[in-house]
């Protein structure tokens, strides 16, 4: 299993009463099988069990969106991304975990096999997450458990970058909105994939490929 000092990310957090109680609200959604949407670092998401394959039919017909295009999922830490793992995470993954999470950096690592299909890329890979943000963390630590981290939109449309873009996109079908306000995120998460021994960065977002480059060796093959 990955040790503490990878598992235990060090967060700045700033959740007042009112704000826990939304936070209750929306890990009581989750419980039940709802869709929460929630603020991170970058932009809004969309949460829901990612155990719940229920939740995940809904939340995909809900976004519009593909099954089989594979949906990023928002962990507490290493310790919790391990539970949907095919195999420990490789050295690289767990030095860029040290380094950027809690933060904008989507890891794509080889999945459990019993994770649900929805979760997967077409390599087989889930995409993991720990947020930088005190509400998405604090949402994710009352579930205790992996919830899914994408972006609040229509499929094909701009991010939501306010829960009241996120009503608007979602008049119906979301079932909490959990507002910590506007988000102004000018990008999305970078994304590296760990496949076959390599690591391929597959997107750069709000980490720099020269950053990520840093810590650990980088096949650079950006798509999209």
């Given at each position: 299993m990955v040790g503490d000092e990878a598992a235990a990310p060090v967060r700045e957090t700033t959740i007042d009463a009112a704000a826990r109680a939304m936070i209750d609200d929306g890990v009581a959604v989750l419980r039940r099988g709802g869709v929460v949407a929630y603020p991170t670092e970058t932009v809004y998401g969309l949460g829901v069990d990612a155990a719940n394959r229920a939740a995940l039919a809904r939340l995909f017909a809900l976004k519009g969106r593909r099954s089989g295009s594979g949906m990023s999922v928002l962990v507490r830490d290493l310790?919790?991304?391990?539970r949907l793992l095919a195999a420990e995470p490789p050295?690289?993954?767990?030095?860029?975990?040290?380094?950027f999470w809690p933060g904008p950096l989507t890891m794509v690592l080889g999945a459990a096999a019993d994770l649900a299909p929805q979760?997967?890329?077409a390599g087989g890979g889930v995409g993991l997450r720990c947020s930088s943000d005190a509400w998405a963390c604090a949402l994710v630590e009352g579930f205790a458990a992996a919830i899914t981290?994408?972006?609040a939109n229509p499929s094909g449309a701009e991010p939501a970058r306010s829960a009241a873009q996120a009503r608007a996109y979602f008049p119906r079908g979301v079932d909490a909105f959990v507002d910590g306000g506007?988000?102004?995120?000018s990008e999305v998460s970078s994304v590296v994939e760990f496949l076959h021994g390599r690591a391929y960065l597959?997107?750069?977002?709000a980490i720099d490929a020269a950053a990520l480059a840093a810590v650990t060796d980088l096949t650079e093959e950006v798509r999209g």
């Open positions: 310790a919790m991304a391990s050295a690289g993954a767990i030095a860029l975990a040290r380094a979760l997967c890329g981290s994408t972006s506007p988000r102004r995120g597959r997107r750069v977002g």
